[in-house]
């Protein structure tokens, strides 16, 4: 359901709640928004060579930490089946890329890649953030391929195949600390690759994960490549001092060394934090335009779940609903 209004030129419409995105918080945000007979439309995106619809899980095998998927789930099935409960209430989907917004005037407008202007009344950025890659060719293949390159070891890291084995965590940073530490459960060694001599992590995470009996770290070390068929069998590494090369046997990579949010199309309409991602009133979606609300991996710089995700994506959906009724929208 979408709603007319005149302007010079004629009638365009008006759509109360569009939802940019279409990973959890997405999909969250528009069945609540379906349910409460809002009939959102998704801009879910177009493929690139770093993101396709769907988001991260579409590049993660088997989702055991789900609630409700005993069995573990595969990552885009679980993309899939969060699309579809969204469509049987109603939800319609454009594929395509919000590219613009001008969040100025009331009801905003969304510039798409192909499919011209969209106005809403109420949006939803839910665009998430990706995981920075170190940008090898055969990490950028086993990690599509489930091959033991992954970017979230709270994922993926109790993965039977990495169970008892030698596993590799590259970054310096806390989110490396905090991978390495989560990884200490399953692996029969962690060992850290980091670039510099030093830690950027803050310290008493740091000795905290050093002092592990299963960590060690490669000091001065950049993976140059990562070995392997169908799954990792070892990396190849470069001391970044000597440039002398050396391979490390392991079964597993995690990519530790930072996101990006995916903000960039915002180009300075909504109040962003110093690293990028969306500024949010604490406990609510509401940002710093009336009417704007951010749910999702686009707001969280710190969980980073698929049921943060989604949870988020339900307060978006709770919160939009409330801010048109209460702008009598
Ligand atoms: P980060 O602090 O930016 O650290 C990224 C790490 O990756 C750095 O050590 C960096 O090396 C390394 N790196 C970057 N690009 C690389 C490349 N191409 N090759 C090799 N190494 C590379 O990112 P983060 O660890 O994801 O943390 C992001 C923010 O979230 C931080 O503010 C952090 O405090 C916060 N966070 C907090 C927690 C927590 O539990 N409190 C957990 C996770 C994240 P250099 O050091 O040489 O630059």
Redesign the pocket.
Known sequence: MTMSSTEAGGERQVEKVVIIGSGPAAWTAAIYAARANLAPLVVEGLPSTEMIPGGQLMFTTEVENFPGFPEPVDGQELMHRMKAQAERYGTRVLSDDVVGVDFSSQPKRLSTAYSGEIWAEAVIVATGARA?W??LPNETRLARSGGGVSACAVCDGALPAFRNQVLVV?????????EAEHLTKYASQVVI????D?????KI?AERVLAHPKVRVEWNK??VDILGEDFVTGVRLKDTRTGEESTLDCKGVFV????TPNTAFLKGALALKP?GYIQVEPGTTRTSVPGVFGAGDVID??YRQAVTAAATGCMAALDAEQWLAEHGR
């Open positions: 920075n170190l940008g590259v970054g310096g940073g806390d989110s490396a600390m905090t690759v980091h670039r510099r030093r830690l950027r992590a803050s995470l950049v993976v530790a060394i930072g996101h690293n710089d710190r």
